[in-house]
């Protein structure tokens, strides 16, 4: 066992218009950015897979543009999360774990379910929903990972249901939605949402030097002290984690650089 997991820092999709000229060099090729956004970023978050169903050679040619050691989080399609009765979404699920996303190989990581903000913890119909996650498609592993945006879901027993089945909470860094950040699985997924775009980096370099000892922390097996906690008393078990941090939403425009700047840190 090493003493600490892999740290990936990175950004929600690649086709960004203002990044161009910003992120991207002027007259790069559309083709060509995601190439360039592997090159200097670990990971991105894959977002069009919520909207709508992916084909397999898509999957494969993504994977096929990005260097050893990328990897792909994706979000599980919309139809899958969005319903009054998660227990009754096997159908769904099974027709986007189907949809090709085992043509990324080993550049897929986790995949990422989010749920709207007006969906309210139950615990039977949430444990059923965690019952249908699959653990292999096409001989991968397969991680998962959940968003849950209502604050209902704060709640020792939610976090309890994640744990038993191994299965990560998000932590959102959000303006709006609750935030929570206790440690339920083998790895950790953050989505930090409070960027600024007046800012180069998007968070100010202070804070990120604060991300940058969480995440540390996260990878060797702790957790900060400093971020609240839905079930404060339930310690997680202490081990090396792999770490994904998204910088998402607002300071879209600066994400890029909020991501390298926090690699750069660890």
Avoid: C
Wanted: hydrophobic share 40%; no cysteine.
């Amino acid at each position: 066992m090493t003493a600490s997991g892999t740290i990936r820092t990175g950004i929600g999709g690649w086709i960004f218009e203002p990044w161009r000229g910003t992120f991207y060099p002027k007259g790069l090729s559309k083709a060509k950015e995601l190439e360039y956004a592997g090159q200097h970023l670990s990971t991105i978050e894959i977002n069009s897979t919520y909207y709508g169903t992916q084909k397999p050679e898509t999957f494969a040619k993504w994977a096929s543009s990005v260097p050893n050691g990328f990897i792909f989080s994706v979000k599980g399609n919309r139809f899958v999360t969005n319903r009054r009765v998660l227990a009754e979404a096997g159908e769904s699920m099974e027709r986007f774990i189907k949809s090709g996303i085992a043509e990324l190989a080993d550049r897929l990581g986790p995949l990422l379910w989010q749920f709207a903000p007006t969906k309210k913890f139950d615990a039977e119909d949430f444990g059923a929903f965690l019952d249908l996650l699959p653990g292999k498609e096409g001989g991968i592993a397969l991680r998962h990972a959940v968003e849950v945006r209502h604050p209902s879901f704060i709640d020792p027993d939610f976090i309890a249901l994640l744990r038993k089945k191994n299965v990560a909470l998000v932590y959102a860094h959000h303006f709006d939605y609750p935030e929570f950040a206790d440690v339920t699985a083998d790895f950790v997924y953050a989505r930090l949402q409070k960027g600024d775009d007046a800012i180069e980096t998007a968070y100010p370099a202070k804070e990120l030097d604060q991300w940058a000892e969480r995440v540390k922390l996260w990878a060797k097996g702790d957790a900060p002290d400093d971020l609240p906690l839905a079930a404060p008393l339930a310690k997680p078990d202490k081990q090396p984690r792999d770490v994904f941090a998204y910088f998402i939403h607002e300071g879209k425009v600066r994400a890029p650089q909020a991501a390298q700047a926090l690699r750069d840190r660890l």
